[in-house]
């Protein structure tokens, strides 16, 4: 998972046979959870490369119709995005995260829809740095102290919906074992463990569309990219999770159908920053950001609307937009990239609700008040991100409660 990796502060043994983890009934703060980055798994696909791609859309409960591709979101402040398959076999049900580095099996209850993930060997990588090995576990909040337990497993549910949802926090990957390359300056000790990814409030999300830009990420330089994303429309706001690749975008649609991307939305975690003063001069967060053209150069204006149109199936940005740490009146933040005007977000079936599939209104319901109906408020009043926005919070005049 392309996620910030970390560990926590006791050791794993390495796992063989039945052995068990010296994390199992650990307890840590999210603070411990959060503190050392061991690894960052970037997944950025070029246009070219994902030709043979499947973008079919994976449904549940029936367990036939779980395998497919999914975009993994984990939600710990904001959204956390990467792509993930799944694969049903007989009565199991195989996850594929992290780019593939790392799996784990569960078996499927059809009844019930639930996956049952006992603690289990997650498979090794090999880098420039070594070869890993894995090992799944889960991790389960007390509510008593707050505190984040280690436990043997975790389960999932799948919805009729197709999605598939974590009913713990989250289930973490640990490094169990460490055989580090010729020439490598890695040892065991530095690496194992710690944790390879932390997954949180994890949803599954079928993928259900694409993102395309040509983007200048990681410094890179200019490239094609095409992303499988998993879209959720209401018509009027839609959300993007795996937006370029990182984590969830928030886009508006008004009645001529114009788009807007509002400023300032956190799309990844800032990995520079590992002290409370670098977060105080840096920025925690990288975040969606618009941009004025200065002969050569994007300077970014952290107050600018991304503006786009919608047609059809279709969402395409008109103008360039940056990736940045936001901070002070100095701007002495990260910059993650940049994307080139013309990004595409297509729907794989049929058109986006706003485009007006069946010409058919809600009797006596205006535009006007559809479009209202579809921004989220917290209990102050205030509309608010509903992307990355938790608690109780209210939209088209419901309460509900939003805890991912």
């Known amino acids: 998972m392309k996620k910030l990796l970390l560990f926590v502060c006791a050791a794993i043994t390495a796992i063989s046979g039945n052995a068990q983890s010296t994390l199992i009934g650990k307890s ?36 036939n119709k779980l395998s497919g591709n999914y975009v993994e979101a984990s939600f710990n402040e904001i959204y956390d995005c990467s792509e993930a398959n799944i694969t049903a076999n007989g009565e199991n049900v ?34 420039a740095r070594g070869t890993f090995t894995f090992e799944f576990v889960g991790l389960l909040e007390n509510a008593q102290t707050g505190q984040i337990n280690v436990v ?24 169990s074992d460490f055989e580090p390359a010729v020439g490598s300056s890695y040892t065991k000790e530095d690496l194992v463990g710690k944790w390879w990814t932390l997954s949180w409030e994890t ?4 993928v259900n569309g694409t993102n395309e830009c040509t983007a200048n990420l990681y410094r890179e330089g ?30 508006d649609i008004d009645d001529e159908l114009n788009v ?12 520079n920053v590992t002290t409370e003063e670098d977060i105080a001069t840096y920025g925690q967060y990288f975040y969606v950001v618009g941009c004025n053209i200065v002969g050569t150069s994007l300077i970014p204006d952290y107050n600018k609307v991304v503006p786009g149109k919608l047609s059809g199936n279709t969402i395409t940005l008109s103008e360039y937009l940056l990736f940045r740490s936001r901070n002070d009146a100095e701007d002495m933040g990260y910059s993650l990239g940049a994307v ?6 297509t729907l794989n079936d049929g058109n986006f609700l706003a485009a007006g599939t069946t010409g058919i209104e809600e009797i006596g319901v205006t535009r006007e008040e559809k479009i209202k109906n579809t921004k989220t408020y917290n209990l102050m009043g205030q509309q608010v ?3 990355t926005a938790k608690g109780l919070l209210i939209r088209d005049g419901k309460k509900y409660i939003k805890k991912n």
Not at 41 to 55: F, H, Q, R
Not at 203 to 206: I, Q, S, T, V
Not at 340 to 345: E, N
């Open 222 to 251: 200019y490239k094609d990219h095409k992303f499988n994303v998993s879209i959720e429309d209401y018509e009027y706001a839609v959300n993007v999770y795996g937006f370029c690749g990182l984590g969830c975008v928030a886009l």
């Open 385 to 387: 991100n509903r992307a």
């Open 340 to 345: 080139a005007d013309g990004l595409t977000i």
């Open 28 to 63: 840590f703060t999210v603070e411990q959870l959060k503190k050392n980055v061991v690894n960052k798994v970037v997944s950025t696909t070029n246009t070219n490369e994902t030709a043979n791609l499947n973008n079919s859309i994976a449904k549940a409960p029936e367990l």
């Open 203 to 206: 949803r599954f999300m079928p």
């Open 94 to 127: 195989q996850f594929s995260i992290s780019s593939g580095s790392a799996t784990f099996t569960g078996a499927y209850d059809a009844t019930s829809g639930i996956i049952t993930v006992n603690q289990q060997n997650a498979g090794t990588y090999t880098d």
């Open 260 to 271: 807007s991307i509002s400023a300032g939305q956190p799309i990844y975690v800032n990995p």
């Open 152 to 175: 043997n497993g975790a389960t999932f549910t799948a919805s009729d919906a197709g999605e598939i949802s974590c009913n713990q926090i989250g289930y973490g990957i640990a490094i």
